[in-house]
């Protein structure tokens, strides 16, 4: 391997990084406020590729209908649960939280279609129509059972995964797309050519990253959030409802979701399926940060960018081998540390 091709390779693996960065960090607080390991959080980034897909061919994707099925259902559950427990001035809330802002996302949508938008438009469209997902999902299928094992919790959000790569296919068909780059500059960067699409999805990486930052350490909403990562019954006791930081955490994962989705739809081919290998890659990086740290998640993501890039040129049929076999490792590591930890309290 000679120094320009690794430089290239290099280049690669950091913008394949910056897609698991999104989605790893996402996976992080979705994890740490609701303890849930949301396993579709990669279909829901496929879902936002291939609904601009369908925007770009001037049709109304069948998420759209998702959207409305799922806020529809979750508004009936909670009215139902409302009524359970006398409080009926929380309803004019609910219906606007769960179903006037999806239904209004659903009809911006079919209005902007109506005039052939440009790009950001379009852009903007597909990220409407996939920010609903993740918060109705969780009220429908989370909340009810909020406070299960994290064991069954994974086992609902696998079962959640197979469902909606199910109505992937039902709605987008088996045929992959790819829409067009978003510029087509080019840099120079110490004699090695990068493209503007790479330079756009590190740039969203990192402002994304620090707008996190910048949201837990600096905003209620955000301290809200880590209060209930550290300690949900010390949260309530303070005032802080879960339920409302666990619906934040899912919207924030949702946008993030759709960014990496459109950010990398014009580098690769997206499928229906092609979610779940997504997500799991961002996991192997969340793994590494423990699914606690932001900043261990966005190490291991990059690392993890880095490793598919080289391990694809050196052979490519056992390039995913090699990037989840990087699990084993971390999870011995990590085991022997925690033991360690462990003995050193008792002592």
Do not use: C
């Not at 994707?61 to 006398?86: F, N």
């Not at 990253?209 to 880590?226: M, V």
């Amino acid at each position: 391997m000679t120094p320009d091709i690794a430089a290239i390779l290099a280049v690669d693996g950091i913008a394949n990084g910056a897609i698991y960065v999104l989605v790893a960090i996402g996976l992080v607080l979705i994890f740490t406020v609701t303890r849930v390991i949301f396993v579709p959080f990669g279909d829901i980034s496929a879902f936002a590729a291939l609904t601009l897909a369908a925007i770009n061919e001037k049709r109304l994707p069948g998420t759209a209908g998702l959207v409305l099925a799922l806020a529809a259902i979750a508004t009936l559950m909670e009215l139902v649960s409302l009524g359970r427990r006398g409080r009926w001035r929380a309803a004019p809330r609910a219906i606007g939280f769960y179903l006037l802002l999806p239904v209004l996302a659903v009809a911006s949508a079919r209005i902007g279609l109506a005039y052939d938008p440009p790009m950001p438009a379009r852009v903007a469209i597909a990220l409407l129509l996939v920010l609903p997902i993740a918060p109705l999902l969780d009220r429908i299928v989370f909340r009810p059972i909020a406070d299960a094992t994290v064991l069954l919790l994974l086992i609902v959000a696998v079962a959640l995964h197979f469902a909606l790569v199910g109505l992937g296919l039902l709605f987008f068909g088996p045929e992959g797309v790819r829409t067009d780059p978003f510029t087509d500059a080019s840099f120079e960067i110490a004699g090695l050519s990068v493209s503007g699409q790479t330079a756009l999805i590190v740039i969203a990486a990192i402002v994304f990253s620090a707008l996190l930052y910048l949201l837990f350490d600096f905003t209620l909403t955000g301290k809200a959030l880590h209060a209930t990562a550290v300690n949900r019954t010390g949260a309530r006791l303070m005032g802080i409802r879960p339920e409302r930081s666990g619906a934040i955490a899912y919207l924030l994962g949702s946008l993030m979701a759709g960014v990496s989705g459109i950010l990398i739809a014009p580098v690769n081919t997206i499928f229906y399926d092609s979610g779940f290998l997504i997500g799991l890659k961002a996991f192997v990086g969340a793994i590494i940060g423990g699914l606690i740290s932001y900043p261990g998640a966005a190490i291991g993501a990059v690392f993890v960018g880095m490793l598919e890039s080289f391990a694809s040129f050196q052979s490519s049929s056992f390039k995913d081998v090699i990037v989840f076999a990087l699990l084993i490792p971390v999870l011995l590591w990590r085991s022997v540390a925690s033991v360690s930890q462990e003995e050193d309290i008792e002592e």
